[in-house]
């Protein structure tokens, strides 16, 4: 039971996260594979696949050898930049400030741009080019949260290998059945709730890469999660209150 | 080579998209960091202000940037007038 409690939160945390990515991804494939074909998209996608197992790899190796300190501190601070700037894009699009993701449009916006290029050859290097850039960055996303989740203790690693692989399956199977964006997943729900853990997993991670004694040790995770979600909250109700920012008349 | 420019444009963005946001965030971080390598054995409460400071940078970062978003809103539609 216990060790489930440690294991539970990275694999969730690495499933939806990784889900987001993957969904993204998938846009932009389908999007090649309708308009330019699926040899183009399905290589640009396989290359960028490799290339990324390739990197991870040869620095995974190197990681290592890195002192554990170093590594909690370094995937702490770039966990929290990344969980915070997800998490402050969630409030501003829960609050209209900023347009909500929408996969639909994002995979006619991808289909017109490449329509609009040159007509199909035999090699399509627009196709190739387009589909293996999005697997790359979503890939390297991908990476760096399963690191992030997984930094300072080996044993949730794999959980967090786990989830993500989870998450590849289902949303390649669904994709498969589908032969169309996701566009029906609550995108920015989803990434409200990643902002929220990988802020906490940063923070906690900055903690143990400083030597600081976290109260309650990894309970400390539920506690951090909790304080983002408040603070969250806090900023959604800031954001709907003019008068508390003094926006009142330049607010929509 | 300006896909793969664009490749590591998006990368940074992954991290930073406001550089006053993440410069904050850094801020609050490196004082903690002192703060805990002034002591021995650092105490559970930098932790817990750690926490605070990063929360206040939320609520801060997002207010302001909703405000700067309102703003430039009211301009353009006073300019479309």
Redesign the interface.
């Known amino acids: 039971m216990s060790a489930w409690f440690h294991v539970a939160p990275s694999i969730a945390s690495a499933f939806l996260a990784s889900a987001v990515e993957f969904i993204e991804a998938l846009t932009v494939v389908l999007a090649v594979g309708v308009t330019r074909g699926w040899r183009p998209a399905l290589l640009g996608a396989g290359a960028a696949a490799l290339l990324l197992i390739g990197l991870v790899a040869v620095f995974g190796r190197e990681l290592g050898l890195l002192p554990l300190a170093m590594v909690q501190l370094g995937v702490g601070i770039l966990a929290a930049l990344f969980g915070l700037r997800w998490l402050r894009k969630a409030v501003l699009r829960s609050t209209g400030f900023i347009a909500l993701h929408d996969e639909a449009a994002a995979y006619d916006k991808e289909v017109q741009r490449l329509s609009g290029e040159d007509a199909r050859r035999g090699c399509d290097i627009a196709g190739f080019v387009t589909a293996f850039k999005i697997v790359m960055i979503e890939g390297i996303e991908v990476v760096f949260i399963i690191i992030a989740l997984g930094a300072g203790d080996s044993s949730l690693l794999i959980p967090a290998i786990v989830g993500a692989g989870a998450a590849l399956m289902l949303v390649i199977a669904a994709g498969f059945v589908l032969h169309r964006p996701l566009a029906r997943i609550p995108e920015n729900s989803l990434k409200f709730v990643v902002g929220v853990l990988l802020s906490a997993f940063g923070t906690f991670w900055i903690g143990e890469g400083l030597g600081v004694p976290w109260p309650g040790s990894d309970l400390a995770l539920a506690y951090l999660a909790a304080a983002y979600l408040g603070g969250a909250l806090l900023a959604i109700a800031a954001c709907r209150t003019p008068s508390a920012s003094g926006w009142k008349e330049a607010r929509p | 080579m300006t896909?793969l420019v664009?490749?590591l444009r998006?990368?940074l963005a992954?991290?930073?998209?406001?550089l006053a946001?993440?410069i904050g965030?850094?801020a609050i971080?490196a004082v903690?960091?002192f703060a805990?390598?002034a002591f021995a054995r650092?105490?559970?409460l930098?932790?817990?202000e750690?926490?605070a400071g990063?929360?206040?940078?939320?609520?801060t970062?997002?207010?302001l940037?909703?405000?700067s978003?309102?703003?430039a809103?009211?301009r353009a539609g006073r300019d479309q007038k």
Do not use: C, Q
């Open positions: 896909w664009a490749i998006e990368l992954i991290f930073v998209d406001d946001y993440a965030i850094l971080i903690m960091g805990a390598h650092p105490s559970p930098i932790g817990i750690l926490l990063l929360v206040a940078a939320l609520i970062g997002t207010m940037k909703a405000r978003i309102a703003h809103r009211a």
